[in-house]
């Protein structure tokens, strides 16, 4: 009888020959140290205890730690970023537990892929053992592949872990994420890039050839992803300098990490958020600083001209009335110039906005008072503000008593311009900043007229 395999050949990943749970932990170092084995293969961690940046899931009282202490696993969904552990903690997590470790990558697997992992894990279940099903990139299945999990998810027959780079919340379907906990995975922070260069520099044998600034540069570049990070640190484990690098001549020799951003996904929303409270809260350089985030994210430099100008009439209002109209300028300057020119003039905006005084009192109002109109259905205005072209019009009293406020005293002839079938009511409230001030002093000195001349 032929010796049985114990490693997986193309196209049994789900057959009687993959590899037990442990496989990668049982590997030798030299094999793991091979000489053509990428780097961040090389470093990946052979215990959970030995994974960077996630303290939070996997120290003494992390939500995994916990969860393998009582022997209660659960089908998780591990949201995170690129390059901050998720296929190794799916793995450790499988051998912590003494399941067996099979994945899935949504991106090249369909539904007969599927029907086979979850037949051989019911082969699996009555042979007495477990399985964890690591699906990476799974918010890549429709609805209808990610509603074939949950009998497989509820009966037990496996332990689902899905990797997602995508907000759940908007990615899976609400039946799936009622099944699973999700775990944010954090981005890796300045501590934990350190941490893979110091063991970058163990597992080589040799020192990074940078300056303490070159240094900072490179965990900056990788932008908290660590399978970037030590690509990055072979390819300068690759050059002959003679002397540390610095920043500089690291830019110049490495390319920095592209921005993560996507237009019509999560981090779209989360940067313009960022926008917008920033200028709420009056910090002209947080604001400035989102902006130029989405910009260098290809964001559509009109769809931030947009929501500016909606912070304008939303978030300034009265308060600085000049806010509006600099908004529609700055709009008009960068569709004249162009980028880069007419993006200064965007600048320009946030700066003002950012600095400009508050008050959404105009924005409140406007809700008020279109409950108060839909609650007063067709109510008619009173009489006296009609006007009256006809005869007929004259005679059954429109018009009449009408007072024109010019021939008043101060102008102001204190009338009743609601229906008559309703009381009185204040919707604007101004504040008493920016040029609101000067609009409360006159709605106040107005106020106390009308109720002279009405008394």
């Known amino acids: 009888m032929a010796a049985r395999r114990t490693t997986p050949m193309a196209g049994d990943l789900f057959g009687e020959d993959a590899p037990p749970p442990n496989f990668d932990a049982a590997m030798s170092a030299s094999a793991r140290s091979a000489p053509n084995q990428p780097l961040a293969d090389r470093l990946r961690p052979n215990r959970l205890e030995d994974v960077v940046g996630q303290g939070h899931l996997l120290g003494p009282d992390g939500s995994l730690t916990r969860m393998l202490e009582r022997g209660s696993l659960a089908s998780l969904i591990l949201w995170g970023g690129p390059g901050v552990g998720k296929t190794t903690i799916a793995r450790l997590l499988a051998q912590a537990a003494g399941l067996k470790f099979v994945q899935l990558s949504a991106v090249f697997s369909g539904v007969a892929d599927l029907k086979k992992a979850f037949e051989n894990a019911r082969r ?50 609400s039946a799936l ?16 890039m350190e941490a893979l260069l110091v063991r970058a520099e163990e597992e080589t044998g040799r020192p990074l050839p940078l300056t303490e600034e070159g240094r900072a540069t490179l965990r900056a570049m990788a932008d908290g992803d660590g399978r970037y990070l030590l690509n990055m640190v072979e390819q300068l484990l690759s050059l002959k ?26 981090e779209h929303y989360n940067l313009i958020s960022a926008l917008h409270k920033s200028l709420r809260g009056s910090d002209p350089d947080a604001a400035l600083y989102w902006f130029a985030r989405m910009l260098e994210g290809g964001e559509d430099p009109r769809y931030l001209a947009r929501r500016l100008t909606r912070f304008a009439a939303e978030d300034v209002g009265m308060a600085d009335p000049h806010a509006l109209p600099l908004a529609i300028a700055a709009w008009e300057t960068y569709e004249r110039l162009g980028s880069p020119e007419g ?90 900043r920016g040029y609101e001030r000067e609009v409360r002093h006159r709605l106040e000195t107005w106020a106390r007229l009308r109720d002279r001349r009405q008394s």
């Open 124 to 173: 699996q279940a009555e042979a007495g053992g477990g399985t964890l099903l690591f699906v990476d990139e799974i918010h890549r299945f429709n609805r209808a592949q990610q509603d074939g999990f949950l009998p497989v998810v509820e009966d037990g027959t496996i332990v689902l872990v899905g990797a997602t780079t995508e907000n759940p919340s908007f990615a899976l379907n």
């Open 177 to 192: 994420l009622s099944r699973c906990q999700v775990m944010v995975l954090n981005r890796l922070d300045d501590s934990a």
């Open 241 to 266: 300098t003679e002397q540390p690098l610095d920043a500089q001549a690291l830019a110049r020799l490495l390319a920095k990490r592209a921005v993560l951003y996507d237009r019509d996904r999560e």
């Open 343 to 432: 993006e200064l003039a965007l600048a320009q905006l946030v700066v003002h906005l950012a600095t400009a005084p508050k008050s959404n009192a105009v924005y409140k109002a406007y809700g008020a008072v279109r409950r108060a109109a839909k609650a007063t259905g067709s109510l008619m205005p009173p009489a006296h503000i009609l006007n009256a072209p006809t005869r007929l019009m004259q005679d059954i009293g429109y018009g009449k008593g009408y007072e024109y406020d010019h021939d008043a005293e101060e102008g102001f002839s204190g009338q009743n311009y609601f229906p008559d079938g309703m009381k009185r009511q204040t919707f604007y409230n101004p504040t008493g």
